[in-house]
C-alpha cells in the first residue's frame, strides 16, 4: 500500500518531469515556414530546460521528441527529423557531458537507422557516470508498443522458466519498461494546447500530474517551466487515500 502521507510531500517540487514537446509545427507555419523550421527551433529550447532543472529540484527530465505513429508524416518531415536528431546529438553531446547530464534513450530502436542508433549508443556510454540531471530522450516511443515489447519478454521468461505466472504483480511489468531506471514522472506537461497524452508514458504516469499549457514548443522557456513546477508545489497528491 502506499503510504500517502509520506508519498505526498506538500510544497516540494517533481523530482521527475516529462514533457510532449508539441506545436513546433504550427509554430513554423505562423510564421509561413516549412515545418521543420520549427522542429529546430524546437530543439534549441531543450539546453535552456535541461539547464534550469538543477536549480529547480528536478533531477529527471524525460522529452518526447519522436512517437511510434509520427512516421505517418511525410517523408520530408520524417527525414529531416531523424537528420535533426542526428545533428542535435553530434552537436550537444560535449555540452551535455560538462554539463553533468546523464542522457538515456527510451522507444524501440530497431526501426531507427544504424548511424542515429550509434550515435545514441556513445551519448548513453558518454555522459554514464554524469548524475547532475538524468535526461531521457523518447524516441520512436510510444506507450503501447513499450508495453508490448516488455510483455513479449516477460513471456519469454515464463516460457523459459525464469519467472513464474503466479508471481506476476504490479513491480513486475516496470522492470521490463524502457524507463526501468527510472521514478515515475511526477508532473507530464504538454505544449500547444491539446489536451491528450498520444501514447506517452502510459503505464508509468498512472499517477502523475498534468499540465497542458496553450504554449507552442519552441516558445517554452525556463520561466514558463519554473512557473509549471512551482504550481506542482501547490498541488495535493492523494493516490486514492485520504489526506491526515
Ligand atoms: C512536436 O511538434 C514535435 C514532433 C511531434 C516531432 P509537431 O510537429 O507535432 O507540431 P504541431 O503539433 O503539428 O504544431
Ligand atoms: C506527440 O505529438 C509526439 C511528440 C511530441 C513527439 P503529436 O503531435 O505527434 O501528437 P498528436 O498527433 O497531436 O496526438
Ligand atoms: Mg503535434
Known amino acids: ?15 521527475h518531469v516529462a514533457i510532449i514537446m508539441d506545436g513546433n509545427g504550427r509554430w513554423a507555419q505562423s510564421r509561413g ?12 529550447r531543450v539546453r535552456e530546460i535541461v539547464e534550469a532543472c538543477p536549480d529547480l ?9 519522436f512517437s511510434t505513429e509520427n512516421w505517418k508524416r511525410t517523408q520530408v518531415e ?9 545533428r542535435y546529438i553530434a552537436k550537444e553531446a560535449r555540452a551535455l ?3 553533468g547530464v546523464r542522457v538515456r534513450f527510451i522507444g524501440d530502436r530497431v526501426r531507427l ?22 535526461l531521457t ?11 508490448s515489447r516488455a510483455t513479449k519478454r516477460l513471456a519469454q521468461d515464463v516460457a523459459a522458466g525464469r519467472l513464474k505466472p503466479e508471481d506476476v504483480d504490479e513491480e513486475t511489468l516496470p522492470k ?42 519552441p516558445d517554452f522557456s525556463s520561466e514558463i517551466f519554473a512557473g509549471l513546477v512551482h504550481n506542482y508545489g501547490r498541488r495535493e497528491r492523494r493516490f486514492g487515500g485520504v489526506l491526515a
Open 1 to 15: 500500500m502506499t503510504d500517502v502521507t509520506s508519498e505526498q510531500t506538500a510544497g516540494a517540487g517533481p523530482r
Open 33 to 44: 515556414r516549412p515545418r521543420l523550421f520549427g522542429h529546430h527551433a524546437g530543439a534549441k
Open 57 to 65: 529540484g528536478v533531477k529527471y527530465l524525460t522529452i518526447f521528441a
Open 78 to 86: 520524417v527525414a529531416g527529423l531523424m537528420g535533426l536528431f542526428r
Open 97 to 99: 557531458k560538462d554539463e
Open 113 to 134: 537507422d544504424d548511424k542515429l542508433v550509434a550515435l545514441m549508443d556513445e551519448l548513453e556510454l558518454l555522459t554514464s557516470d554524469n548524475e547532475r540531471v538524468h
Open 137 to 147: 530522450i523518447a524516441l520512436n516511443y510510444g506507450g503501447r508498443d513499450e508495453v
Open 176 to 217: 521490463y519498461l524502457d524507463t526501468c531506471v527510472l521514478p515515475d514522472p511526477d508532473l507530464v506537461v504538454r505544449t500547444s494546447g491539446e489536451a491528450r497524452i498520444s501514447n506517452f508514458l502510459l503505464w508509468q504516469s498512472a499517477y502523475a500530474e498534468y499540465e497542458f499549457i496553450d504554449t507552442l514548443w
